[in-house]
C-alpha cells in the first residue's frame, strides 16, 4: 500500500488477483450486509470493526457437534439400523433384540467418550479465541468526524486516518488441490502508515466474491449516513424486533420460532420442514446455545470496554451536527460519475466502472490544470 491505489485499480499475484475499492470510497452497488460478523457494534458515532460479536451458530456447533456425533448416532440412529437390517438378512426377533441392545449400549459407551473429547476440544478453542479479545482492540469507523481509528497489534496508542484515505480490497484466490479447483475470497481495508513505512491491515476470508464486496459496502454504507444499526448490515430473516438488542441471543430463538409457525400456516413450508426445524434445534440442545451466546457477548462487550486507548474513548464522543465533517468535493463528483455510468452500463463489472471513473476524473483535473495555466 506504499504505492497510491485507488478504487478500480486490480493487481495479480500467482494463483489471484487483489482488486481494490478505495480509496476513494465509491458506492459498489452491493447489498450492505456484515456476512463475516466482522462488525460488533454500530451506534450514531462510530462502528466498530475486526472484533465481531459471537454468533448463535458457534455455541450450536461446540455443543451440537458432539451431541449429535456422539450421542445421537452411535445411541439412536446405529441401533435403529441394526434393528431394521436385521430382519432383512433373516435374523429372528431374538437377534434382532440382542444386537440392537448391543450395539445402543456400545455405542453409546464409545460415543459418550468421543462426545467428551470433542466437546473439551471445542471449548479449548474457544477458550483460545475469546480471551484474544483482552488485547484486540476494534478498529472504529467514526461518521461524525469521517475518520478510522486503527490500534495495530502491539501499539498502545491509536492512529487515525482520513476516511477517503483509507484502502480497502477484494481477493480472488484459487488453487488446485485433490479435491479440484479451489476458491477462496477475503475482504481487507488498512493504510499506510508514512512515519513508520509500514502498511496495516485487516482481512478476513468470506464464502464469495459478492459477499467480500457486501462486507465493504456495510462499512461505507454507514459511514454515508444510509445505514444505522447492526440489523441492518446483520439481521438477514428479520428476527430481531424493535425493543430487541442488536444482537443474537434468546429472542432470536423465539422470534425464529414464530417465524417459522407464521410461513407454516401460511402455506410457504409443509411438515418437514417444521419438522427438519425442531430436530436441528433438538440436536443443538434447544435454547442452551442462545443463552451462552447472551454470556459470551456480555463477557466480550465488557473485555472491549476496558481496553479501549484514552485517546480513542475521546476520538468516539458524539460530535454537534455543525461540526460533522463533510465528503470531499472530488468524492462527490466520482460518486455521480459512477452512478451515471452505471446508469449507462448496468452490466459492467464494478471495478471496471470504478477504474473508468477515476480515468475520467484524473483527465478532467489535467483539462482544468492546463486550462488555468
Known sequence: MDKPRKAGDSQGFPGGRVSYLAP???PTGEPPHDYAHAIGEVNDTYLSF?????????????????FSVGI??????????????????????????QMTVGMFEEGLKIGSM??????????????HNHIQHKTVIATRFNRQRREVCFVPEGHTEPIFVPWEQVSAWVIEARGVTQYGVQSQFAMGVGFHHTPSGQDYTLEFATGGLGMAIGNWEAIRAYMDHEIHSLKDI????????????PHEGLHTFYSARERMRRRYREGEVGKWYVLGWYL???????????HLTEWDIGRVKRMHQRNVPEAMRAWSEPLPPEQWAKPSDELLRQRELLANLRQRHPQSSIFHLMAEVVRRASSDRKQAGAVSR
Do not use: E, K, N, S
Not at 50 to 66: A, D, E, K
Not at 81 to 90: F, K, V, Y
Not at 234 to 245: E, I
Open 72 to 97: 445421537i448416532m452411535p445411541g439412536i440412529l446405529f441401533p435403529l439400523l441394526i434393528a431394521l437390517l436385521i430382519p432383512l438378512i433373516g435374523g429372528t426377533l431374538l437377534d434382532t433384540w
Open 114 to 127: 468421543g462426545a467428551l473429547a470433542m466437546l473439551v476440544l471445542a471449548l479449548a478453542t474457544w477458550w
Open 50 to 66: 475486526g472484533t465481531g460479536l459471537p454468533p448463535v451458530f458457534g455455541w450450536q456447533l461446540r455443543l451440537g457437534g458432539p
Open 280 to 290: 436441528y434445534h433438538l440436536c443443538t440442545l434447544w435454547t442452551l446455545p442462545f
Open 24 to 26: 476513494l470510497p465509491l
Open 234 to 245: 446483520q439481521d438477514t430473516f428479520d428476527l430481531q424486533g424493535p425493543d430487541d438488542p
